[in-house]
């Protein structure tokens, strides 16, 4: 069983700058897309930002600009690089791998901006 394990995330002062990271435990083979999310309580699971297997991003409107995607394709890790930070956003971040045959999640990692 293949587990996305993500490390980066804490406390930040507004301006700063976290880098993210969901590393799978195993192989996955055909990698479709990797996505990051974020939630926050009692709100829906929202899209940060995807890269797709050929190395097109798409970025949710309130982090264009401030955060980048990026992957390693060998090692099956996804990155997020989140400058400029935010109160706004603070939440538990998500990796998604969907691949091929399966589709799989982190566990979360919280960040947190302080203002």
């Known amino acids: 069983q293949v587990r996305l394990v993500e490390s980066g995330g804490g406390l930040v002062q507004a301006g700063g700058s976290l880098r993210l990271s969901c590393a799978a435990s195993?192989?996955?083979?055909?990698?479709?897309?990797m996505v990051w999310y974020r939630q926050t309580p009692g709100k829906q699971r929202d899209l940060v930002a995807s890269?797709?297997?050929?190395?097109?991003?798409n970025y949710a409107d309130s982090v264009k600009g401030r955060f980048t995607i990026s992957r390693d394709n060998a090692k099956n890790t996804v990155y997020l690089q989140m400058n400029s930070l935010k109160s706004e956003d603070t939440a538990i971040y998500y990796c998604?791998?969907?691949?091929?045959?399966?589709?799989?999640w982190g566990q979360g990692t919280q960040v947190t901006v302080s203002s």
């Open positions: 998604r791998i969907r691949a091929l045959r399966g589709d799989y």
């Open positions: 195993g192989r996955i083979a055909s990698v479709n897309v």
């Open positions: 890269i797709t297997n050929g190395g097109g991003t």
